[in-house]
């Protein structure tokens, strides 16, 4: 079984997670057995698995050893359970005694969600948390509220998992130890990365095939570190490796991290070209590198030809999370100078904030919008699951970032015929788009050029035209076909080693 490694897929799913989705039905067409591994339990992961059509193919640490039915129980018998006290005056969901409040009963659509018990001081002494109206894990608190225990619960209602915490810094809880019941014994673990590494290599000594990938390298290179039975293990990157995007740049810390396991790794895979030759540049890289695209267009959409009359005139997008790295400023910056002259031009933004710094460059993009008065043609769309309508609709998709590990909006754009105008960055974008011929490469961070270049395609656009129908050809490499015949030639590989 070959094992994709993250740490949540959560309901805003990012490109990360949504890359080992598709790698996944990539395996299945190759009747290759695989699975996802989420090492961060959450109690509604199952309804976001259920949505992406993925629920029998995730595995999550807690809910390996939980065992909890996927059958829902009958919320009224378990409310009548949760207020049977005789000494409790119920009120709808809350239950008193002394006219003092002691059980109260939240709600999540027609379940129970969590239930908090109160002594009769008011305090809150315990807090147990249900999925599917089955209890899943409680948590304990001191006389000032905070967490001193979680303990989870199996199907049986029997404690396997105890997490204890202290006060730290600022009276936050600090995690001290985890206590886990598993083959009639109690296991001890200091931290979480202990823990996953029990579970991962309990997974490698029930299945001697297992191939470990690991999509979230600041989870799981210190777990691989700390494994100490034998396997396949590779890592995954999907960014630059270095803080320049350039091959003698300085690397990031985790990717030091990555050097630093030597022949502890099997190998490391990059979406482009580019960046393995770079990667294999580094004398501190001894192992193999291999270059796979992270993503893929299905056949059909490239088969499929949306009429480039379909298209609204002026309209850019950006897909982008609003981080740093994304330089939004620039691209927006520019298009308030073309509104200038291009009244018509309109730009969308579609990407969810991220909470880096408290929000800070969320905010700082909003308040750059509302000072030059132009959120009647710059608008923050958010996350959108689904971009097709976006992508056959826009006139040109813009990166601005300092560097990507793909771009898998620029892929997606591309395989929707929309053309790109992007920075000339480490890695992605130049591999992706034939400059002048199905987009435009620009120096990095000339805004002057962007903004000529964007007044120059929207201005005549038969060239926009011409890209639009130059792109499917360009874009077979990266076909469902082709990247599942990379990962068959990359698997054939790595099993005749």
């Known amino acids: 079984m070959h094992y994709f490694i993250t740490s949540r897929i959560d309901k805003l799913t990012s490109a990360i997670e949504l ?59 378990l409310r009548k359970e949760l207020l049977s006290g005789d000494q409790l005056v119920i009120q709808e969901n809350r239950g008193f005694i002394n ?84 083959s009639n014994s109690w296991i001890q673990f200091d931290q979480e990365v202990n823990f996953w590494a029990y579970f991962l290599t309990l997974i490698v000594k029930q299945d001697s095939a297992a191939v470990l990938y690991s999509d979230r390298e600041d989870y799981v290179v210190p777990i691989f570190k700390l494994m100490n039975i034998s396997a396949k293990k590779f890592v995954i990157l999907h960014s630059a490796f270095t803080q320049n995007a350039q091959a003698d740049g300085e690397p990031f810390p985790y990717i030091k991290k990555i050097f630093e396991l030597g022949n502890q790794l099997s190998g490391i895979i990059v979406s482009t070209s580019h960046e393995a030759i770079d990667l294999k540049k580094r004398p501190e890289v001894k192992i193999p590198c291999y270059a796979i695209p992270v993503s893929f267009l299905p056949d059909s959409l490239l088969e499929k030809q949306v009429p480039f009359e379909s298209r609204i005139p002026g309209q850019l997008i950006a897909v ?35 909470d880096w710094q408290n929000y800070e460059t969320s905010t700082a993009l909003h308040h750059l919008v509302k000072n030059a008065d132009a959120a009647n043609y710059i608008h923050f769309c958010g996350y959108l699951k689904d971009l097709t309508q976006v992508y056959q609709s826009a006139d040109i998709e813009v990166v601005t970032s300092a560097y990507e590990g793909f771009s898998m909006a620029t892929l997606e754009a591309l395989g929707h015929g929309c053309p790109v105008v992007s920075y000339d960055i480490n890695y992605g974008p130049n591999e992706l788009i034939k400059n002048n011929k199905t987009g435009n490469l620009i120096p990095v961070g000339d805004t002057w050029s962007l903004q000529r270049t964007l007044s120059n395609l929207l201005t005549h656009r038969e060239i926009l035209k011409r890209y639009n129908q130059n792109i499917s050809k360009t874009m077979l490499p990266y076909s469902q076909t082709s990247v599942a015949k990379d990962w068959s030639t990359f698997i054939s590989q790595i099993n005749a080693d």
């Open 19 to 77: 890359a080992e989705i598709k790698r996944l039905k990539i395996f299945k067409s190759l009747q290759i057995p695989a699975k996802i591994i989420t090492l961060v339990y959450s109690r509604y992961q199952q309804h976001v698995w259920r949505e992406l059509g993925i629920e029998h193919d995730v595995i999550n640490p807690i809910a390996y050893f939980q065992k909890l039915s996927d059958h829902k129980n009958s919320t009224a018998e």
């Open 99 to 182: 006219d003092r409040l002691r059980i109260e009963i939240n709600m999540y659509g027609d379940e129970i969600d969590y239930v908090t018990y109160f002594d009769r001081w008011g305090f809150t002494d315990r807090r147990d948390f249900y999925v599917n109206n089955q209890l899943s894990f409680s948590e304990y608190f001191d006389d000032k509220g905070k967490l001193i225990t979680r303990t989870y619960f199996d199907y049986q209602g029997i404690a396997f998992l105890t997490y204890h915490y202290r006060g730290g810094p600022g009276n936050v809880p600090v995690l001290t130890l985890i206590q886990l019941r598993h």
């Open 320 to 354: 982008a999370r609003l981080t740093p790295v994304k330089q939004l400023d620039q691209l927006i910056n520019a298009v308030i100078l073309l509104h200038q002259k291009l009244p018509f031009i309109d730009l969308k933004i579609y990407g969810y904030d991220d």
